[in-house]
């Protein structure tokens, strides 16, 4: 193949991934409703995800899931490198900021911040020692640490 081919090629495939995860982006050459099928089966598929890597916060949500994780995940049309985890995360921390995340969706959360730490490249590691909480209303309290010798530690109030 010549570099011209090549270049074409790396092209269009751009433009073929740009149109599966933005619904409104018209691509010349192919069946744009199949186009629109593959798109929402990718997004169906990313809530699957998000659902099985956050069951707490799927389960607290209860009905109201379904519809915030699609506004997720339209709104963030490219998940992150690093899997559901992180894209549940980005998603349970934008649920925190706009005070949607149920009580049960804040312990998954500082749970899962709790254990794991996302670099500015991006990707996440292991914790080695970390502590958290989270506060809820009516008066909630959960205090966790975690640290090489202990373990995990998690208290709660009320219980």
Same mark, same amino acid.
């Given at each position: 193949?010549? =570099?011209?081919?090549?270049? +074409?090629?790396?092209?269009?495939? #751009?433009?073929?991934? @740009?149109?599966? /995860?933005?619904? =409104?982006?018209?691509?010349?050459?192919?069946?744009? %409703?199949? $186009? +629109?099928?593959?798109? #929402? @089966?990718?997004?169906?598929?990313? $809530?699957?995800?998000?659902?099985?890597? *956050?069951?707490?916060?799927?389960?607290?949500?209860?009905?109201?899931?379904?519809? =915030? /994780?699609?506004? &997720? /995940? $339209?709104? &963030?049309?490219?998940?992150?490198?690093?899997?559901?985890? @992180?894209?549940?995360?980005?998603? !349970? +921390?934008?649920?925190?900021?706009?005070?949607?995340?149920? *009580? %049960?969706?804040?312990? =998954?959360?500082? !749970?899962?911040?709790? +254990? *794991?730490?996302?670099?500015?490249?991006?990707?996440?590691?292991?914790?080695?020692?970390? !502590?958290?909480?989270?506060?809820?209303?009516?008066?909630?309290?959960?205090?966790?640490?975690?640290? &090489?010798? $202990?373990?995990?530690?998690?208290?709660?109030?009320?219980?």
């Amino acid at each position: 193949m010549t =570099e011209g081919g090549r270049a +074409r090629l790396a092209r269009r495939q #751009a433009e073929l991934l @740009s149109a599966l /995860v933005r619904p =409104e982006a018209y691509l010349p050459g192919f069946d744009a %409703e199949r $186009v +629109r099928a593959a798109a #929402a @089966s990718l997004r169906s598929k990313r $809530v699957r995800a998000i659902a099985r890597t *956050w069951p707490r916060l799927a389960a607290a949500l209860g009905p109201d899931f379904a519809g =915030e /994780v699609s506004r &997720h /995940v $339209v709104e &963030h049309p490219s998940p992150p490198a690093d899997g559901a985890l @992180s894209d549940g995360r980005a998603w !349970a +921390r934008d649920l925190a900021a706009r005070s949607r995340l149920p *009580w %049960e969706g804040r312990l =998954e959360l500082l !749970a899962v911040e709790l +254990r *794991w730490r996302w670099g500015a490249d991006g990707r996440r590691r292991q914790r080695r020692f970390a !502590a958290g909480l989270a506060v809820g209303r009516p008066l909630r309290l959960a205090v966790a640490v975690r640290g &090489h010798w $202990v373990g995990e530690r998690w208290l709660r109030f009320p219980r």
